[in-house]
């Protein structure tokens, strides 16, 4: 076997999956290298791992003939011993590193450990990703988007303009949503991890055993560290009735398939006034209670005045001091 070492290179210029084939190809071509693998051309990466003497010049200078421009990020011998928080072990199913959670902070743990030189698992019992992609930015963002386009084709700032808004399509809406989710976790996931050899996706709910241990799905590991990124869940208020009644949360208001005709949101921080002004702009009555003095109590005290005042010519309800 061959003195190896891992070179990462920060790439520039590549805008498509055809792109980063290309630059796979040139860095390829290289006398020495002996694997490469660019983790989606969204990543701006590309990872080498080549003969110890491989000159990194060689490598900018192949990328540049390509059309690319590759700086040297990173190196490292396959084999190094590193620092001491790890213990080397045994090959295979050893893990230097378990990381419980498998979104954006798992993620970036378990990716920071396999620079490192170790043997990393990363365990998710959900979706990859987490949050942001899944639940949070991407698609709560998507939609406030979509319904932003309707109700600004509804009601033009100009006057003698007149625009309409048409029909709105809410499981289409909703469907383009979904598309554009998996679409990212893919790209921004599951792709990326094609690139780190050494991180090990494991599917399943993990269970600390003592001693270090870990179990997942019937197999057992011992690894020399561990990291809980298990993120959280939406909670739901003591409201008497609430449970009985049935409520949305952030996550399953998102995805409803069809408008419901009225909507309380319970909240006007962030979350609360991006869902109540994405559905009212959809369609739907909207009804925003907060149980302090103002919206968005944590901004600005003319903020939350103004905010109120452009929600309420929306046509939403706002009822703040709310008390149950």
Same mark, same amino acid.
Request: charged share 20%; net charge negative.
């Given at each position: 076997?061959?003195?190896e070492?891992?070179?990462v290179f920060?790439v520039?210029g590549?805008?498509?999956?055809?792109?980063?084939h290309?630059?796979?190809?040139?860095?390829m071509?290289?006398?020495?290298?002996?694997?490469?693998?660019v983790?989606?051309?969204?990543?701006g990466?590309?990872?080498?791992?080549?003969?110890?003497?491989?000159d990194?010049?060689?490598?900018?200078?192949?990328?540049a003939?390509a059309?690319?421009?590759?700086?040297?990020?990173?190196?490292?011998?396959?084999t190094?011993?590193?620092?001491?928080?790890f213990?080397?072990?045994?090959?295979?199913?050893?893990y230097?590193?378990?990381v419980?959670?498998?979104?954006?902070?798992?993620?970036?743990?378990?990716?920071?450990?396999a620079?490192?030189?170790?043997?990393?698992?990363?365990?998710?019992?959900?979706?990859?990703?987490?949050?942001?992609?899944?639940?949070?930015?991407?698609?709560?963002k998507?939609?406030i988007?979509?319904?932003?386009?309707?109700?600004?084709?509804g009601?033009?700032?100009?006057?003698?303009?007149?625009?309409? =808004?048409?029909a709105?399509?809410?499981r289409?809406?909703? *469907?383009?949503? $979904?598309? !554009?989710v %998996? &679409?990212?976790?893919?790209?921004?996931?599951?792709?990326v991890?094609?690139?780190?050899?050494?991180?090990?996706?494991?599917?399943g709910?993990a269970?600390?055993?003592?001693?270090?241990?870990?179990e997942?799905?019937?197999?057992?590991?011992?690894?020399?560290?561990?990291?809980l990124?298990?993120?959280?869940?939406?909670?739901?208020?003591?409201?008497?009735g609430?449970?009985?009644?049935?409520?949305?949360?952030?996550?399953?208001?998102?995805?409803?398939?069809?408008?419901?005709?009225?909507?309380?949101?319970?909240?006007?921080s962030?979350v609360?006034?991006?869902?109540?002004q994405?559905?009212?702009r959809?369609?739907?009555?909207?009804?925003?209670?907060?149980l302090?003095?103002?919206? =968005?109590?944590?901004?600005?005290?003319?903020?939350?005045? *103004?905010?109120? $005042?452009? !929600?309420? %010519? &929306?046509?939403?309800?706002?009822v703040?001091?709310?008390?149950?």
């Open positions: 076997m061959m003195d070492k891992k070179l920060d520039g590549m805008t498509c999956a055809s792109c980063a290309h630059v796979e190809q040139a860095l071509q290289v006398d020495g290298v002996g694997e490469v693998s983790p989606g051309w969204e990543s990466q590309a990872i080498v791992r080549a003969k110890s003497g491989i990194p010049a060689d490598l900018t200078a192949a990328a003939q059309g690319y421009q590759a700086a040297l990020r990173s190196t490292g011998d396959r190094h011993t590193a620092v001491p928080f213990r080397k072990g045994d090959p295979g199913d050893h230097h590193l378990v419980i959670g498998g979104g954006s902070a798992g993620f970036a743990a378990a990716i920071k450990g620079e490192l030189g170790y043997n990393v698992a990363l365990i998710e019992s959900g979706t990859i990703g987490g949050t942001c992609v899944n639940t949070g930015c991407i698609p709560s998507t939609l988007r979509a319904t932003g386009h309707y109700h600004g084709a009601h033009s700032p100009f006057r003698g303009v007149q625009t309409s =808004a048409g709105l399509d809410w289409q809406v909703v *469907a383009q949503k $979904d598309e !554009l %998996a &679409e990212m976790r893919q790209s921004k996931y599951t792709d991890l094609r690139g780190y050899p050494t991180i090990t996706y494991l599917h709910r269970r600390l055993t003592g001693g270090n241990g870990v997942v799905e019937g197999q057992r590991f011992t690894p020399n560290r561990i990291i990124a298990t993120g959280a869940s939406p909670w739901s208020p003591p409201i008497p609430l449970a009985e009644a049935g409520y949305l949360t952030s996550t399953t208001a998102m995805e409803l398939g069809e408008l419901p005709p009225s909507l309380i949101v319970l909240g006007a962030a609360g006034l991006e869902l109540a994405t559905f009212a959809a369609g739907t009555r909207v009804t925003l209670l907060e302090l003095p103002r919206i =968005a109590p944590f901004e600005e005290e003319a903020i939350s005045t *103004a905010l109120q $005042d452009y !929600l309420e %010519a &929306e046509g939403l309800r706002v703040t001091g709310f008390q149950t």
